[in-house]
């Protein structure tokens, strides 16, 4: 089984996006570990002074972003790059999603994109390794999808170029590089799923 830690300095907001029913499941989850109030203020503390030995046991690690200083950032980036890890940091001020596999997998979404109704889904398959990709935690079964199109949009606009070589070998891979007529089929048979 794999373990999660989901860091939440504001407890407030998880009952502001999700219902009581969902949050006693989150709480039940085997392998999640939640860390609420001073309990999640201490260990902020610890990586905001580069501490990050209590991350060790974790492959999946959910963090409120601007709870941690820069240096806090910088430690818990650090750790999931050298060994591999899933991060997904989430703020209310983070307007757009993000994603980036070039040196570990990882995920910037606003706290309202976090805290949706494929939360507890996701984190239920990440537990029992039943999950292919990271942005299903957004995405849920349509992540493939997105990929696709935001791997099309580039190939039309002229910036796959523009991409670091290790992440578009990444990414083509994942959708399994396709002439554009090709994967406009693909896009179209998925959409037809829906």
């Not at 980036?77 to 980036?100: A, E, M």
Request: aromatic share 8%.
């Amino acid at each position: 089984m794999r373990k999660i830690i989901l860091l939440e300095d504001r407890p407030g907001r998880q009952e502001q996006y999700i219902d009581s029913e969902n949050i006693s499941k989150l709480k039940a989850l085997q392998g999640l570990k939640i860390l609420l109030g001073e309990e999640c203020r201490d260990m902020i503390n610890k990586l905001n002074q580069a501490d990050d030995s209590q991350l060790n046991e974790f492959t999946l690690i959910l963090i409120h972003r601007s709870a941690l200083s820069a240096e806090g950032i910088d430690t818990v980036t650090t750790h999931c790059q050298q060994n591999k890890k899933n991060l997904v940091f989430f703020s209310g001020g983070i307007s757009q999603s993000q994603f980036t596999s070039q040196n570990f997998p990882y995920l910037l979404l606003n706290s309202k994109d976090f805290y949706q109704s494929n939360m507890l889904n996701f984190l239920s398959k990440f537990v029992h390794g039943d999950t292919e990709h990271i942005t299903e935690l957004v995405y849920g079964d349509s992540w493939k999808l997105n990929l696709m199109l935001n791997y099309r949009q580039l190939l039309l606009k002229g910036e796959l170029g523009r991409l670091d070589e290790i992440f578009k070998e990444s990414l083509e891979e994942l959708i399994v590089k396709l002439p554009l007529e090709e994967l406009n089929k693909e896009i179209k048979a998925k959409i037809t799923l829906l």
